[in-house]
């Protein structure tokens, strides 16, 4: 048996001392930014991504190991464990194998065939399976036991049947080929419910479907579970000719075949054969039809869970736009618009309620109240939520700025996912204990344009948005993996803990909340901290803690010039050594490029600080604190072009990529309505990833290519050679000829449906676009 460090080690193609070291690393309370960053010597440089794979598989694995311990127990218990079983136990390498050898011996409720054993009709079994020749009939009338309830031959057949059939289904080695078989061959199979065309008709695609089963695509999978879920589609596992209900399953004779059962004629043949039907139609089929689709599920869950967790660390690493005073708005049509001004530091300066739409119609007023507040606080930019009236409220900006140039503003339309659910949260009350919950939502519009990260992380990751069936995934999973993104974002660009909120220091590696809490409070008594070592007076921050945060805090302008750099304290001696060497102090080598790129990494190691170690730091003295996240930009929507009807083919539009899937990216252009950039309309290339091309909130340009008003669907392209009169007319070409020449499937589409061929993929995925994305 493999130890655990060594199957990690091969997983993840790395030496399984790497695996050991990281480990003890883990065990002993170090977080994945700390260990990626500042113990590189010790992983052999194991990276963040690397140390996340391997902090999952030691997990499942851990697990694996505590339930094979059990298992064995359990066996040992009731003295069946022989050597053979311990060892086959022992070598299990999956959950799955391992449930499978311990099921004959799982305590279960008192079966059909346990009772059958009880009556003595085991013998008769056993010789009916040793010998076809034997008449069962015949053979049965020695078994009789009315006591017992086995009053005829019938019942003592059915007895034996039972024992078989138990014995069967519970052969690890069997179940292992039939789950390999369906896997490789079965076919889901996917049928509406009678009567629920109707009601569920955002599912149309998939009332008559058809789909190999390992090749079942994530948000296909996950779609026809929610279906399903809602009573609107039921679905099975099929091999072999499906429509033939009495047709001899392929699994029967995968069965009979590893039993040596043959139906030769002889006198046994046909109730052998009875068994084994039985076998699979009522024992097996429904077990591992679960099994698989469950299997399907939790792969599909996962997939899900990455595109969400990509999508979020795309969000969270958005460009910031910087200290720069905002106005927020938060647009509405008869509550009117939410205004909200923070300068600089985000701090709320001032609020108020506008009403430039309808019923109220105050536009000139709105102009005059947003240019006087603009000139009062010197504001540089205008942050638009993108919600009802975003458009409207974008336009009443876009006035502003014609009619009073000289304020100098740029407006930019701004993801308002999640905004809501931070106003009414217990963070936003304590932030804004006298603010009205309604002016939040436009404080937090304002704010993540200053700094997306910095408020983001105030907001529960799974309300941003930006994922796609979260709420069907396994919300353990899904809040581990997006806890884990948001650290390594927080982590990679750094904290400054004079300014931070406590929100955001919790994210921080080392901490919590109530340390964040602790610094926070700390700060307010006491002022700005002026090194990093201050830290060590905050309650309840000891010395693991500061280790294992100190590096991701920064203190700007403070005493020590490196404290406002990823240099980790400990590691203060080696710049020491650097500017010692060249009889330089060490704020005279920080950002001085030409003297750090002589440096040779090596003239300055020890037995603590590696090669890597010391090139990171050469590194951030070069660039002390420098920004990993992307320069701002702003997008500009197309004036005019505020709705879904006024939306033409081929129009080439600004847009921002507002959710990335496996099978493309959505795109909001300004109407209300996210379109689709269909995977095989990304580049003119072949595309295996959308993310290979785009990530959350790129801007783009876009070409139009279909617009559905009456589903509210908008089929983009960013290929913008391409020519939606052209598509148009190939996919009614296309269409006419499948219809009349082309195989079609169970679903009544064309075979090979799946492929990058852009014509007809819109239809089938806008029908699901509702169900893919978070509202």
Known sequence: MQSIFERIAEELEVRSQQVAAAVALLDEGATVPFIARYRKEVTGALDDTQLRNLEERLRYLRELEDRRETILRSIEDQEKLTPELAKAIKDADTKTRLEDLYLPYKPKRRTKAQIAIEAGLEPLADKLLANPELNPEQEAQDFLNPEAK????????????????ERFSENAELLG?????????????????????????KFSDYFEHDEPLQKMPSHRALAIFRARNEGILQFSIVVGDQEDKTATSPCEVMIADFWQLEDKGRPADTWLKEVVRWTWRVKLLTHLETELMGQVRESAEEEAIKVFADNLHDLLLAAPAGPRCTIGLDPGLRTGVKVAVVDSTGKLVDHTTIFPHAPQHQWDRSISVLAALCAKHKVDLVSIGNGTASRETDKLAGEVMKRYPELKLTKIMVSEAGASVYSASELAAKEFPDLDVSFRGAVSIARRLQDPLAELVKIDPKSIGVGQYQHDVSQVKLARSLDAVVEDCVNAVGVDVNTASAQLLTRVSGLNQTIATNIVQFRDENGAFNKRSDLKKVPRLGAKTFEQAAGFLRIMNGSNPLDASSVHPEAYPVVKKIAESSAKDVKAIIGDSQFLKQLNPANFTDETFGIPTVTDIIK?????????????????????????ADLKPDMILEGVITNVTNFGAFVDIGVHQDGLV??????????????????????????VMEVDIPRKRIGLSMRLTDSATDTQAQKQQSTKGNRQSQPKNKSGGQKGKGSQSSGGTFADLFANAKTLRKK
């Open 150 to 165: 086995v009053e005829d031959a019938k019942a003592a057949l059915d007895g034996a049947k039972y024992i078989l059939m």
């Open 177 to 201: 080929k039939l789950r390999t078989f369906l896997w490789d061959d079965g076919t889901v199979s996917a049928r509406v419910v009678a009567g629920k065309e109707n009601e569920g008709a």
């Open 678 to 703: 269909h995977i095989s309309a990304l580049s003119n290339e072949f595309v295996k990833d959308p993310r290979e091309v785009v990530k959350a909130g790129d801007i783009v340009k876009v070409k």
């Open 620 to 644: 951030e003295l070069d660039k002390p604190g420098r920004d990993p996240r992307p320069e701002f930009k702003t997008a500009e929507f197309k004036e005019g072009v505020e709705t879904l």
